[in-house]
């Protein structure tokens, strides 16, 4: 493998930065901070696509950009590829973002005083999504035994109501990195249809998979399934472009499909820029290598981290990863406060982290951090947060 890709140091203060700049911001405004919170990478985004952007920079006009077979056949293309997955052209649907999509599901398909079930804990701009539409979320903890997160269909069934009308699904799952299986994916999915409720799967950390993990889509269910699904997914996360806003959503359904375009139409969004179009054509046929590289590369860091973390704090403990390059970090036997998580990793050592009670208010003595970053940088979070610990 090729780790010069990842091992590059790229200066990202200064540019507009929401991980970087806003987050100075946010968290005192100084410039020393190292930041491993917010969910992108600080990978320069993969070759092919950096070339598709020169080509348009030197071409020098971007007008309105509209979709094209070539972007739909490499959708189709990447799910055939890496999910084993077929599926036609005309289920598919450009969205700007997936919490905006999201949004927009539940307008469709819910009415106000109406309730919206998400697994927690759960990531903060879905449950926005939802409560910012003046939808009632209705959050279902997965069971947490110290070690592991896992699924229990029957808390679902204790949640649900005659006024329920739609389930999250996000998978892998943000925070916890919980792949759920087949066979749970069949349990939610049945759910859904004995109770008829939407089922919104956000799929955008799949392709980021730990060693050994094996994914499953919500298309690869039974047909039976299908008919209330709708998958939003993007290229964003696993090619570092979150910020060409772009995502797109499959719906076999074609009263669902319809209405759910009817949506974007309202907001008066058809189509892509012109920048994204070309990333995610690229990304979807040109960068397979890239991807196995990438895991690797997150793999050796992960391993990194709990070494070191296990030294650092012997008594806390990282979630088992199933996808994406996040860490979700238990510290309840090393703090008794969230105050105290700041004041250590924030203050004094200047690492900038995800609290847990953003995902969670009885997760407020984790933190998700971001393993996304070059090699140097880690160690030198992991040296910062040792030198704290060892002057306490």
Same mark, same amino acid.
Request: with cysteine; net charge negative.
């Given at each position: 493998?090729?780790?010069?890709?990842?091992?590059?140091?790229?200066?990202?203060?200064?540019?507009?930065?929401?991980?970087?700049?806003?987050?100075?911001?946010?968290?005192?405004?100084?410039?020393?901070?190292?930041?491993?919170?917010?969910?992108?990478?600080?990978?320069?985004?993969?070759?092919?696509?950096?070339?598709?952007?020169?080509?348009?920079?030197?071409?020098?006009?971007?007008?309105?950009?509209?979709?094209?077979?070539? /972007?739909?056949?490499?959708?189709?293309?990447?799910?055939?590829?890496?999910?084993?997955?077929?599926?036609?052209?005309?289920?598919?649907?450009?969205?700007?973002?997936?919490?905006?999509?999201?949004? +927009?599901?539940?307008?469709?398909?819910?009415?106000?005083?109406?309730?919206? +079930?998400?697994?927690?804990?759960?990531?903060?701009?879905?449950?926005?999504?939802?409560?910012?539409?003046?939808?009632?979320?209705?959050?279902?903890?997965?069971?947490?035994?110290?070690?592991?997160?896992?699924?229990?269909?029957?808390?679902?069934?204790?949640?649900?109501?005659?006024?329920?009308?739609?389930?999250?699904?996000?998978?892998?799952?943000?925070?916890?990195?919980?792949?759920?299986?087949?066979?749970?994916?069949?349990?939610?999915?049945?759910?859904?249809?004995?109770?008829?409720?939407?089922?919104?799967?956000?799929?955008?950390?799949?392709?980021?998979?730990?060693?050994?993990?094996?994914?499953?889509?919500?298309?690869?269910?039974?047909?039976?399934?299908?008919?209330?699904?709708?998958?939003?997914?993007?290229?964003?996360?696993?090619?570092?472009?979150?910020?060409?806003?772009?995502?797109?959503?499959?719906?076999?359904?074609?009263?669902?499909?319809?209405?759910?375009?009817?949506?974007?139409?309202?907001?008066?969004?058809?189509?892509?820029?012109?920048? /994204?179009?070309?990333? +995610?054509?690229?990304?979807?046929?040109?960068?397979?290598?890239?991807?196995?590289?990438?895991?690797?590369?997150?793999?050796?860091?992960?391993?990194?981290?709990?070494?070191?973390?296990?030294?650092?704090?012997?008594?806390?403990?990282?979630?088992?990863?199933?996808?994406?390059?996040?860490?979700?970090?238990?510290?309840?036997?090393?703090?008794?406060?969230?105050?105290?998580?700041?004041?250590?990793?924030?203050?004094?050592?200047?690492?900038?982290?995800? /609290?847990?009670?953003?995902?969670?208010?009885?997760?407020? +003595?984790?933190?998700?951090?971001?393993?996304?970053?070059?090699?140097?940088?880690?160690?030198?979070?992991?040296?910062?947060?040792?030198?704290?610990?060892?002057?306490?």
């Amino acid at each position: 493998m090729n780790n010069s890709q990842f091992d590059e140091i790229v200066e990202r203060r200064g540019t507009n930065c929401a991980k970087w700049d806003t987050f100075d911001v946010l968290l005192g405004g100084e410039k020393d901070l190292i930041h491993v919170g917010c969910a992108d990478m600080d990978f320069k985004a993969p070759e092919p696509i950096l070339k598709e952007f020169h080509r348009l920079a030197d071409h020098g006009v971007f007008g309105y950009s509209d979709i094209f077979d070539d /972007f739909y056949s490499a959708i189709e293309r990447f799910y055939r590829h890496h999910h084993n997955v077929a599926i036609k052209h005309e289920h598919m649907v450009f969205c700007p973002r997936i919490n905006i999509g999201c949004g +927009l599901v539940a307008e469709a398909f819910t009415r106000p005083y109406e309730e919206v +079930l998400i697994h927690s804990p759960s990531y903060g701009p879905l449950r926005q999504a939802i409560e910012e539409n003046g939808r009632k979320l209705v959050e279902v903890p997965l069971r947490y035994d110290g070690v592991e997160y896992s699924l229990n269909i029957a808390d679902l069934e204790q949640a649900v109501t005659k006024r329920t009308k739609m389930l999250i699904l996000v998978n892998p799952h943000n925070p916890t990195t919980r792949v759920f299986t087949k066979t749970e994916l069949e349990q939610i999915a049945q759910f859904c249809l004995d109770h008829d409720l939407i089922l919104f799967a956000d799929e955008i950390h799949s392709d980021l998979l730990a060693k050994d993990v094996t994914f499953t889509s919500v298309l690869e269910l039974d047909e039976k399934y299908q008919k209330n699904i709708i998958l939003a997914s993007s290229p964003a996360k696993t090619f570092n472009i979150p910020g060409l806003v772009g995502s797109f959503m499959i719906i076999s359904n074609d009263k669902l499909r319809a209405r759910v375009a009817d949506e974007i139409s309202r907001i008066g969004e058809h189509n892509p820029n012109v920048f /994204f179009n070309a990333a +995610l054509i690229a990304a979807y046929t040109k960068c397979d290598d890239y991807i196995a590289s990438l895991r690797c590369y997150l793999d050796d860091n992960e391993a990194y981290l709990r070494k070191e973390f296990a030294t650092l704090f012997p008594k806390s403990h990282i979630i088992k990863r199933d996808g994406s390059y996040l860490l979700w970090i238990d510290l309840s036997q090393c703090f008794t406060s969230e105050e105290q998580i700041r004041e250590f990793f924030v203050t004094k050592a200047r690492v900038g982290i995800y /609290f847990g009670s953003q995902f969670s208010k009885d997760c407020s +003595l984790f933190i998700r951090f971001n393993m996304a970053a070059p090699r140097k940088v880690l160690e030198e979070v992991m040296s910062r947060l040792n030198k704290v610990k060892q002057s306490s």
